[in-house]
Nanobody
Framework: QVQLVESGGGLVQAGGSLRLACAASERAFSELVMGWFRQAPGNDREFVAAINWSGGSLYSDSVKGRFTISRDNAKNTVSLQMNSLKPEDTAVYYC???????????????????WGQGTQVTVSS
């Protein structure tokens, strides 16, 4: 099982930026589909973004144009650059692996096999 560790969360004012990072222990990281999800108090865990082995990406409508997902296969990391943050972006952000996918990018949390511990992002007004 791949082990994932998220970092980079924190407190930021609306309009600010944060960059989240996820470090993976899997030696075959370069062939894995990686996703970011978030969960706010009282809400379901929701899809944010995903990236496949070749760098193709998919974003939820709520973050498209503001967030950018990227990966560094040599370092076994995936990042989420978050710009123009809004209070509604406040949530715990999780990194996850979809081991069954190759090129397709799936948005349902149930398709992802491994999860990190999460990192808190708080955006104040």
């Amino acid at each position: 099982q791949v082990q994932l560790v998220e970092s980079g969360g924190g407190l930021v004012q609306a309009g600010g930026s944060l960059r989240l990072a996820c470090a993976a222990s899997e030696r075959a990281f370069s062939e894995l589909v990686m996703g970011w999800f978030r969960q706010a108090p009282g809400n379901d865990r929701e899809f944010v973004a995903a990236i496949n082995w070749s760098g193709g990406s998919l974003y939820s409508d709520s973050v498209k144009g503001r967030f950018t997902i990227s990966r560094d296969n040599a370092k076994n990391t995936v990042s989420l650059q978050m710009n123009s943050l809004k209070p509604e972006d406040t949530a715990v952000y999780y990194c996850a692996v979809d081991r069954a996918a190759t090129h397709i990018l799936r948005v349902a949390a149930r398709f992802y096999d491994n999860w990190g511990q999460g990192t808190q992002v708080t955006v104040s007004s």
